[in-house]
């Protein structure tokens, strides 16, 4: 039953990215299109929902790479034809880097990263991040230029 609606979850978000892609603002996915930081609290939010499984508020590294798996074998051979492959090795990344000191997160441990995350990319601090900001912080990233610090209360990222 957990298999199902998790793969039915995915499955909504995949077939969402395409509305999302004509919504004004910037065009494109989710990925590419302006979020402000509300969207970015309620996509953290659903993503957690997404990836607890027992929906006790606490992921753990087995829940987290349950979905990983879900989301790569929903995304079928995951190379890069598509956009699949990359989002699969992108969410495998990140869970990696969640798990790396803690055996576990809290949904506010979650949101927080994320939204700290967002900050991070929300250059010039007016509560949206446009798809230029985003390619900016992409290519920092690139250049090895250090994370932002978690929030307090979240767990450590080295």
Known sequence: M???IVTMALGAG?????????????????GQRDQTRAEAQQRADMMFQMIDGNHDGTVTRAEADQALAQFQASQG???????????????????Q????????????????????????????HDG????AEREQARAQR?????????????????
């Not at 995949?14 to 989710?30: C, T």
């Not at 051979?77 to 869970?95: C, E, S, T």
């Not at 949206?128 to 798809?131: D, G, Q, W």
């Open 142 to 158: 690139g250049q090895g230029q250090a994370p932002v610090a978690p929030p307090a209360g979240a767990p450590s990222q080295q």
């Open 2 to 4: 957990k298999t199902m």
């Open 77 to 95: 051979n995951g190379d890069d034809n598509g956009r699949g492959g990359g989002r699969a090795r992108m969410m495998g990344r990140v869970i």
């Open 128 to 131: 949206t991040v446009t798809a």
């Open 14 to 30: 995949l077939i969402a990215a395409p509305a999302l892609a004509q919504a004004p603002g910037g065009g494109g996915g989710w």
């Open 97 to 124: 880097q969640l798990f790396a000191t803690t055996p576990s997160i809290t949904q506010q441990q979650f949101e927080g990263l994320m939204l700290a995350r967002f900050d991070a990319q929300d250059a010039n």
